[in-house]
C-alpha cells in the first residue's frame, strides 16, 4: 500500500474517532458513537499491518504491544464506575488521537522512514496530510478534555438528584439503563429497585427521600 494511500485511510479514521466521540456525548447515540470508535481502530490496524513492508521483528513488538495495551483497557473497563464510563471511553479514544499526533510528527522528521520523501523535499500532499491528520488528532485531545471539565457522568447524576430532591413534586426516579451487568450492579449497589426487563434496556426506580 502507498504512503498516500495509507495516509488517506489514516485520515478517515481519525475521523471516524471524532465522529465516536461526538456519538458517545448522549446516551441516544452511544451505540453509534462506539461503531464509529471501532470501525476506526480496525481501519487504523489494517492498514499498518498492509503498510508493513518486512514483517519481522517490528511486526512482532507491534502484536505485543497490542497485547499488553488491549489487557489494560479490558481491566480498566471491567473495574470502572458505570458512572464515569463517558470519561473512559472518550479518554481511550483521545489517546489514539495522540498517537495521530506522533505518527504526523514521526513522517515530517523521518519522512524516509514512510517513503515520503526527505526531511526538506516532502511533496506537498504528504505535507497536507500530515497537517490533517495531526489537527484531527490534537482536536481529539482538546475535546476529551472539554468534555472533562464540563462534567461526567458522576457529576451529572449527581446533579440530577439534588435538582429532584429540592422539588416537591417528585417522590421517585426510573431510570433507562442498558442491559448489562454492570448497569444491574451499580443501580443494585445503590438501592434501586428492577422495574422492568427490556429487549436490550432495562428499568431501575429510585425512591426519592
Known sequence: ?????????????????????????SPETSRRGNYFG??????????????????????????????????????????IPMTAMPELVAGFHSLVGLAAVFVAI????????????TPGNIKLASLIEMAIGAAVGAIAIAYTVWSKKKGGGKLIVKEVFKKIKKSNHLNR???????TEMATKFHSKNGAKLLQVNESTQNFEYKVM
Open 38 to 79: 471501532i470501525a476506526g481502530m480496525t481501519i487504523s490496524i489494517i492498514v499498518t499491518f498492509l503498510s508493513v513492508g518486512n514483517f519481522g521483528s517490528g511486526f512482532v513488538y507491534v502484536l505485543i504491544f497490542l497485547l499488553i495495551g488491549g489487557s489494560i483497557g479490558a481491566f480498566i473497563a471491567f473495574r
Open 173 to 179: 426516579l426510573v431510570t433507562l439503563s442498558p442491559l
Open 106 to 117: 514521526s513522517a515530517f522528521l523521518k519522512p524516509e522512514a514512510f517513503n515520503l520523501g
Open 1 to 25: 500500500m502507498s504512503a498516500n494511500l495509507s495516509a488517506i485511510f489514516y485520515l478517515i479514521s481519525g475521523i471516524l474517532f471524532i465522529l465516536a466521540l461526538r456519538g458517545l456525548s
